[in-house]
């Protein structure tokens, strides 16, 4: 971090308004239990630790959000890979060292972002409360406040207690995070793997209403669906040709970009299952949501904005809870980019001991 950096969060940390303080009161200590590992998270589990963690976390990101919107889709998406490698316990903010390549540095993570403002919001929170809030919290309570500033207050409950992980396997995020181009079956399983429902895989496929994806990474279905240069005949042919115009055939491209719910990709809305139904989704793993009555009925009824908001929020927190580290498990990271070293708990087995910045 350099010393302006610096400064500039300690700037926002002095003059951090009353006003940032959440409006809700919540009961404190209400436990939570996921139901598949007995875990337990609580509300507001810093209440005495460090009170002001949930009005800082929300202030920074707000800050941040309003300056550059696309930051919302990566936060949020940041979480979601998080929570379904070895579940969420920050193992996607870990950094590789001395060569072995850890979560971020798998094909899909590369387009991964929002690792910077993760860092800036930890280094305040290490000012503040050294040693106390876990990397896997702050991602779960960016990623909510990171949505919920298009709308001016919290979206959906983030449950607190989760400890971070020591261990980040490049090979488990390409095995364990499915690819655009899955069927039905393969998405439903991989979703019950964690514990998550037909519900959960269509509610939480509603946040590719907001983002973007690459080209590189979507074109297959537009360029050469089968193999012969041909397209997904079940594709919209108008929005077909939009996706051939914007995205080239070159491989060298792998900046291009297309919006995820064309004309609405920054608005955090029921859009994206209008766009389903018109067969304008993007990725397979889109539009096979279609293929399966059940999930289709869910598709179709969360056009209504309150439907999909309310089951997105019950859905969110079943995925902030999959295979969390609680009490003695894992570790509080001081950087979230690397295992502690100072003695706690064994070091991370897949790295050399690294030297601790800041430390
Ligand atoms: C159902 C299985 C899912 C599949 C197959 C999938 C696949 C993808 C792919 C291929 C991209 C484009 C990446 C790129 O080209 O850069 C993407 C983007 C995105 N995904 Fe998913 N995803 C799934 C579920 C989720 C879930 C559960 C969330 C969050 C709750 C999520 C949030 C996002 C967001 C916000 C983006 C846009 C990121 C940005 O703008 O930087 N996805 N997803
Ligand atoms: C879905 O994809 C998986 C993995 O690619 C494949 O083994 C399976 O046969 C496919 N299922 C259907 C119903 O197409
Ligand atoms: C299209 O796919 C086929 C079969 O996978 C492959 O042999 C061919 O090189 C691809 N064409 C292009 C232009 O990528
Ligand atoms: C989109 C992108 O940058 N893809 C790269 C991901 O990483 C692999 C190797 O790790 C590269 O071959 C891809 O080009």
Redesign the pocket.
Known sequence: MTQSNFLAVLFTVLFLPIAAVPARTLDNGKEYDNGNKGDKLHEHFYSESCPLVEAIVRHMIWIRVAADP?LA??L??L??HDCFVRGCDASVLLDSIGGETVEKDEL?NL???GYDVIDEVKLVLELLCPGTVSCADILALAARDAVSYQFGKPMWDVFTGRRDGRVSLASEASSK????Y?NFTT?QK??SDNGLDVLD?VA??G??T?????C???KKRFFNFTGIGDTDPSLDPAYARQVLDKCTHSPNDQET?VE?DPGSSLSFDSHYYVTLGQNRGL?Q?DAVLLTDSTSASYVKAFEDFDKFMDQFGVS?KK?GNIGVLTQNEGEVRKNCRVVNTDGRGSVNEHFIVPTLIGD
Request: avoid cysteine; hydrophobic fraction near 50%.
């Open positions: 696309t889709a990566k949020l998406r979480q979601y899909q387009s991964l972002g995070i499915p690819s655009g899955s998405l991989q979703f895989l939480l496929s946040a590719h907001i983002g973007m994806a690459h590189v990474v979507a970009t995820m990725f793993s969110m995925m």
